[in-house]
T-cell receptor
């Protein structure tokens, strides 16, 4: 089992709809979770961090964490073509190591 | 967000030469810096973890004598790819963790712009 798993996609969503990205992790004691966005040829950009169970909202983005199910998700409301990118889920394991999922490629169709 | 600067952004070198990549945290002190490598259409793979003033911790399968990491200060880490070969061609990305607040969660990780290495 991979440490952090994501559906690689591609995931296609019409403009204006909600994009839902999912991630599961294997280390039950993990406490810190992040979503990064990566455009082709660029380095990752932090979108959201979440540490507690429940929802965390920031603008059009909502991160959801369920530690019992070892599941973290990212919702993007009112999707825009500029949201088209690869979204990386990342989990801190141990004291400091950040482990990434393989990323989900999201395409927003105008 | 915090700023991490990486230099050079791209480099082309001949096989057998060495290449140094710098990673600087510009507006915060980074207790830990990480070096990742990303091949096309793949995710980021952690190469090593670097703590200021101590030896880097390398991930399994990463040759420490080939990928030399120096973390001399709280704002600078360097990665040197020694005797580079074409298979070392990749996108190398550094990241820095802001110093953790007392009692707080592990600090967020901020990434440099990446360095694209092409070895001919």
């Amino acid at each position: 089992q991979k440490e952090v798993e994501q559906n690689s996609g591609p995931l296609s969503v019409p403009e204006g709809a909600i994009a839902s990205l999912n991630c599961t992790y294997s280390d039950r004691v993990s406490q810190s979770f992040f979503w990064y966005r990566q455009y082709s040829g660029k380095s990752p950009e932090l979108i959201m961090s979440i540490y507690s169970n429940g929802d965390k909202e920031d603008g059009r983005f909502t991160a959801q964490l369920n530690k019992a199910s070892q599941y973290v998700s990212l919702l993007i409301r009112d999707s825009q073509p500029s949201d088209s990118a690869t979204y990386l889920c990342a989990v801190i394991q141990g004291a400091q190591k950040l482990v990434f999922g393989q990323g989900t490629r999201l395409t927003i169709n105008p | 967000g915090a700023v991490v600067s990486q230099h050079p952004s791209w480099v082309i070198c001949k096989s057998g030469t060495s290449v140094k990549i710098e990673c600087r945290s510009l507006d915060f002190q980074a207790t830990t810096m990480f070096w990742y490598r990303q091949f096309p259409k793949q995710s980021l793979m952690l190469m090593a973890t670097s703590n200021e003033g101590s030896k880097a911790t390398y991930e399994q399968g990463v040759e420490k004598d080939k990928f030399l990491i120096n973390h001399a200060s709280l704002t600078l880490s360097t990665l040197t790819v020694t005797s580079a070969h074409p298979e070392d061609s990749s996108f190398y990305i550094c990241s820095a963790r802001r110093r953790r607040l007392a009692g707080g969660p592990a600090g967020e990780l901020f990434f440099g712009e990446g360095s694209r290495l092409t070895v001919l």
